[in-house]
């Protein structure tokens, strides 16, 4: 069965205190691996998307990267404003259309 | 661009009351999806809509109906609203069906008593 997995459920940072989240994964097959961010009282907005092992991509404070099982968003030098869930999602080629989406991880990053 | 827009943003109704949610998209996309939130569930699928005119089953579609009669716009419909019901929807819509992103709405904050 695709799962994915997201790790920790929440995290609590510092101002300016790196760290990673965690997503791992088990999908017979990955088309894509999505990244999103969501505000509470609002829709996921899209960050990253991934599609094969060694890739990376970044925006701002941000850093995504993925291997065979897993992908870490990697946030450098986090501002308050950072402070949301960020949703993990996978396409796998077995189940075409859909996206499998993690619980998520709650982040909030105090000044 | 508005993206993806949602109407309503709350909504309470009684159990065996019915109602229709409304998604619009103006970036021309084919592809929309109508998603359900829960608490330590994540994201799952209700149906989709591969074109105008197309609706199809997802992970949970039982005691939903969908119509696509227009392409920017995709409803969902409860016909006998149940507490098991009480969730947030999201719709999305995307370009294309394999590696591409879908584009999140707001969401309706929905309750049934």
């Known amino acids: 069965e695709d799962q994915v997995t997201q790790s920790p459920e929440a995290l609590r940072l510092q101002e300016g205190e790196s760290s990673s989240l965690n997503c791992s994964y088990t999908v017979s097959g990955l088309r894509g691996l999505f990244w999103y961010r969501q505000d509470p009282g609002k829709g996921p907005e899209f960050l990253f998307t991934?599609?094969?092992a060694g890739e990376e991509k970044e925006k701002e404070r941000l850093k995504a990267t993925l291997t065979k099982k897993e992908s870490f968003l990697h946030i450098t030098a986090p501002k308050p404003e950072d402070s949301a869930t960020y949703l993990c999602?996978?396409?796998?080629?077995?189940?075409?259309?859909?996206?499998?989406f993690g619980s998520g991880t709650r982040l909030l990053v105090r000044p | 661009n508005a993206g993806v827009t949602q109407t309503p943003k709350f909504r309470v109704l009684k159990t065996g009351q019915s109602m229709t949610l409304l998604c619009a998209q103006d970036m021309n996309h084919e592809y929309m999806y109508w998603y359900r939130q829960d608490p330590g569930m994540g994201l799952r699928l209700i149906h989709y809509s591969v074109g105008e005119g197309t609706t199809a089953k997802g992970e949970v579609p039982d005691g939903y109906n969908v119509s696509r009669l227009k392409k920017q716009n995709f409803l969902l419909g409860l016909e006998s609203a149940a507490p098991s019901q009480t969730s947030v929807y999201f719709c999305?819509?995307?370009?294309?069906?394999?590696?591409?992103?879908?584009?999140f709405g707001p969401g309706t904050r929905l309750t049934v008593t």
């Open positions: 991934l599609y094969s």
């Open positions: 999602a996978v396409q796998a080629s077995r189940s075409s259309y859909k996206l499998i």
């Open positions: 999305a819509s995307s370009y294309g069906q394999f590696y591409y992103e879908q584009y």
